[in-house]
């Protein structure tokens, strides 16, 4: 099989199996997916999305790299860099605890800039998950991650209103009611995940789409007037109902999020807690066209360190190179 040895099994999904592997000529590891060849239609998503992929640094954009592809005995085989272990795994041998605010603002970001690189090419994920994040190296990289299956990406413009996707607890409302879509599916499905970094448990019920739409649409925003007939609370009627004064430029879509503050009482990093609640109503606003987008969530305030960071490194580089230039121009002056 071409210059490879397929050495242990990883994982096995609905289109094909994953194995570890071993490139003889480098002796490097390696993740192969093996395909057979009936899965046509999957096999063709998902060159597409390596083929665009291809266009950026995937390695800047935290998403998986893929070395090369190839047939082999009527099945097809694409090579990609060895990660270490996804996210679910991860929180599952953390018995689903919290994680830290640190934690979380690091894997928030790199995720975030997943989103904005595949924004770029016009690329949709529609699967992202826990199985679907992988951290690269958890000794030499820890808490480094990636965006990794693209099997059922799609080009913002093939995403068809009705289409059902997204695996059930990420799936965003306006999939679950056949709506119109864009990117900020994937948005919702992010925001659903960092919100179990913070709590360890899900925000809704994730046993089907009645449950959770249910959850969504609660007793806390709609009155049943007659049998079956609902309508939407107004915010005199909210007010009378949870005590809570509405302010009518302000939506809050789960009285739960008040509950996150509650629960993370360290007073060391309320701040910040506050913060990232306030991001994850953003991202998980019920209405598509409200919902923060990337660039918007990469400067929100849960991460002005970050962008002072950067702010700083820009500015070290610029006087780097002023310096440099400054030194070239005396240099030029003193030998003319």
């Known amino acids: 099989m071409k210059s490879y040895q397929l050495r242990e099994f990883l994982d096995e999904g609905a ?22 060849n009936n899965n046509k239609d999957i ?36 090579v990609f860099e060895m990660l270490d272990q996804s996210l679910h795994d991860f929180m599952r041998k953390r018995d689903g605890s919290p994680l830290s605010m640190s934690e979380i603002k690091t894997i928030s970001w790199q995720l975030l800039v997943a989103l904005k690189g595949l924004k770029s090419i016009g690329l949709v994920h529609t699967d992202i998950k826990p199985d679907n994040i992988m951290l690269v190296d958890s000794k030499s990289q820890p808490l480094r991650v990636k965006l990794i299956d693209f099997g059922l990406s799609l080009k913002l413009d093939d995403l068809i209103t009705g289409s059902i996707f997204q695996t059930m607890p990420y799936r965003a409302p306006e999939v679950r009611l056949g709506l119109p879509l864009n990117e900020a599916i994937d948005m919702w499905a992010l925001g659903h995940i960092l919100t179990l970094l913070l709590t360890g448990s899900s925000l809704y019920p994730c046993d089907n789409d009645f449950n959770i739409i249910r959850a969504l649409y609660s007793y806390n925003f709609f009155t049943e007037y007659e049998k079956g007939v609902w309508e939407l609370d107004s915010p005199v009627e909210y007010a009378k109902k949870t005590g809570k004064k509405l302010k009518l430029n302000i939506s809050k879509n789960y009285a739960t999020f008040d509950e996150f503050i509650q629960k993370r009482n360290d007073p060391s990093d309320a701040e910040q807690v506050e913060l990232f609640v306030n991001l994850l109503e953003q991202m998980l606003l019920i209405d598509p066209d409200r919902r923060i987008t990337v660039e918007e969530a990469l400067k929100h305030p849960f991460f002005a360190e970050n962008n002072d960071d950067n702010k700083r490194i820009g500015e070290k580089i610029f006087l780097i190179l002023r310096i440099f230039f400054s030194n070239k121009k005396l240099h030029v002056l003193y030998n003319s």
């Not at 490097?28 to 997916?33: C, G, H, L, P």
């Not at 665009?52 to 005995?73: H, M, P, S, T, W």
């Open 15 to 36: 289109f094909g199996t994953v194995m570890k592997g071993k490139k003889l000529e480098t002796n490097e590891d390696v993740a192969i997916k093996i395909f057979k």
């Open 43 to 78: 096999l063709s998503l998902e060159f597409n999305a390596l083929k665009r992929i291809q266009r950026i640094d995937a390695d800047k954009y935290n998403l998986v790299k893929c070395i090369e592809r190839f047939g082999y005995r009527r099945k097809v085989f694409i």
